[in-house]
């Protein structure tokens, strides 16, 4: 069983481009870390304008594995900066077991 974390931020409608951009910009300072993280099997950041919505998705092989991230001093760090620009982040953060899986034939 495999556990797909699911973290979301709000944006006022007048900060999402700024704070669409800083998540962009996180990239280069979350990446290394979280890869280096044990059992992690995929990780997103996505945005989601109409919603004004930014979201981090990501898939781990355990829930302990998915719950490294609870305690990532630069994810913490960043999330200061964000709150600073007016988002708002969606509490408690998801961390669902799964219950199924589709991968579409790539053939």
């Known amino acids: 069983m495999q556990i797909v974390r699911v973290s979301i931020l709000?944006?006022?409608?007048?900060?999402?481009?700024?704070?669409?951009?800083?998540?962009?910009?996180?990239?280069?300072?979350?990446?290394?870390?979280?890869?280096?993280?044990?059992?992690?099997?995929?990780?997103?950041?996505?945005?989601?304008?109409?919603?004004?919505a930014l979201s981090n998705v990501s898939v781990w092989r355990s829930l302990a594995d998915a719950r490294q991230m609870d305690d990532f001093a630069p994810m913490k760090e960043l999330a200061k900066s964000f709150l600073?620009?007016?988002?708002?982040?969606?509490?408690?953060i998801f961390n669902f077991a799964t219950l199924w899986r589709l991968e579409p034939n790539a053939s």
């Open 10 to 52: 709000r944006s006022p409608r007048e900060r999402f481009d700024r704070l669409a951009a800083m998540m962009r910009e996180a990239d280069v300072v979350l990446r290394p870390g979280i890869e280096a993280m044990p059992g992690l099997v995929a990780y997103w950041a996505g945005e989601d304008p109409e919603a004004l």
């Open 84 to 92: 600073a620009e007016g988002a708002s982040f969606e509490r408690p």
